[in-house]
């Protein structure tokens, strides 16, 4: 057994390659001293030549070290396991080659996801390049690993597609809801209103400002800060059932009744499977649940924006206009609004083409 206690506390005492390692874990609870002794034994493992570190060493120091302090901590985590199943860590990290991710991803590709279809692009370059790119970093810029493999990560990173442009229309939206549970509907209003991403939405009631109108959200995708500002009308409906689900001992505005008369919280989860079934019963196949509704917030506050790009991307949090701009999409009916002969040109008066096909030469 290498923890033993000694007193109140428990001691580790280990061998590896011949050495011997042991000392007080300073830990009065096994578990505890048990995750001690783990990382002695890494320490003892990365402590020969940085020539020969494997993979699997690596990325445990970079857990330790970095990763697991990171708030996208359950994410990496879940990662990891992708590329142990699909890569594999026992090799040695100078024997990693381009083709090794090349094919590790291929593999990803083939797997399905827990929804029936493949993962995207996007999700498997998160759990593969975007998870062994910095281990090697880490292997050559802390552990010192002088024959770190020089990999090409054009070839490994898969490209995202670009946002497909999705705004509903208003019969589309009175489909969704006639097929959406009632007690839904207000959470629905709030995506396409305030365009949160799906986890957003559920905010702590602590999160909920009602005296200054607002909604802080953090921990948000790269890790920053938002603050939405509400409507009067949202802000006195958020009052009331804030108010209710402090009475309810619930940490949500999102509820519904039960037939008890008692309130159970609504999860993202619940609200992702019933909008997916509405969706279908709708008829509606050319729409993703809920992520476009971010798109049809975005385009709806562009057009009452005036075409002002700067509000709607405080609306949405981006740190970049740039990234605001693929929301800026353009619609039939957008473009019909600019022709001569449109309704919000009551004159009809002709273009500078108009005017110049009406001259005559000479």
């Not at 619930?250 to 309130?263: C, N, P, Q, V, Y």
């Not at 957008?334 to 500078?352: A, G, W, Y």
């Amino acid at each position: 057994m290498s923890i033993f206690k000694r007193g109140a506390i428990y001691h580790y005492d280990f061998q590896y390659r011949g050495q011997r390692y042991r000392g007080s874990t300073g830990e009065t609870t096994k578990r505890a001293a048990q995750d001690v002794e783990d990382k002695e034994r890494r320490k003892a493992k990365l402590g020969r030549s940085t020539t020969h570190l494997t993979l699997r060493e690596a990325a445990l120091s970079w857990w330790d070290l970095h990763a697991q302090f990171l708030k996208s901590a359950a994410n990496v985590d879940e990662g990891l396991k992708v590329c142990d199943r699909v890569l594999g860590f026992d090799k040695q990290l100078r024997d990693l080659t381009t083709r090794d991710l090349v094919v590790a991803v291929a593999k990803r590709r083939e797997e399905v996801t827990q929804y029936g279809r493949p993962p995207s692009n996007a999700t498997i370059n998160r759990e593969i390049p975007y998870i062994i790119r910095p281990i090697l970093n880490h292997a050559v810029d802390v552990l010192g690993a002088k024959d770190a493999p020089s990999i090409s990560w054009k070839a490994v990173i898969l490209t995202k597609p670009k946002p497909k442009p999705r705004e509903y229309s208003a019969a589309e939206m009175n489909a969704l809801r006639d097929h959406l549970p009632a007690h839904l509907h207000a959470l629905l209003d709030f995506y396409t209103v305030y365009g949160c991403r799906w986890n957003e939405a559920f905010f702590p009631l602590s999160h909920l400002d009602i005296e200054g109108g607002r909604i802080a959200l953090r921990q948000r995708k790269g890790g920053d800060w938002h603050s939405i500002p509400l409507t009067e009308s949202d802000r006195r409906k958020f009052a009331a059932a804030k108010s209710r689900a402090e009475a309810a001992d619930l940490d949500t505005i999102w509820f519904r009744e039960t037939s008890t008369g008692a309130l159970a919280a609504i999860t993202p989860r619940s609200f992702q499977r019933a909008m997916l079934k509405a969706l279908k019963d709708a008829g509606i196949t050319d729409a993703r649940a809920v992520h476009d509704f971010r798109h049809h917030a975005a385009m709806q506050a562009m057009r009452r924006s005036g075409g002002r790009i700067a509000p709607v991307s405080k609306l949405l949090g981006h740190e970049s206009i740039q990234t605001t701009q693929i929301y800026a999409h353009a619609t039939e009916d957008d473009v019909r609004d600019i022709l001569p002969d449109s309704p919000q040109n009551p004159h009809n008066e002709p273009s500078e083409t108009d005017k110049y096909k009406g001259k005559t030469s000479g």
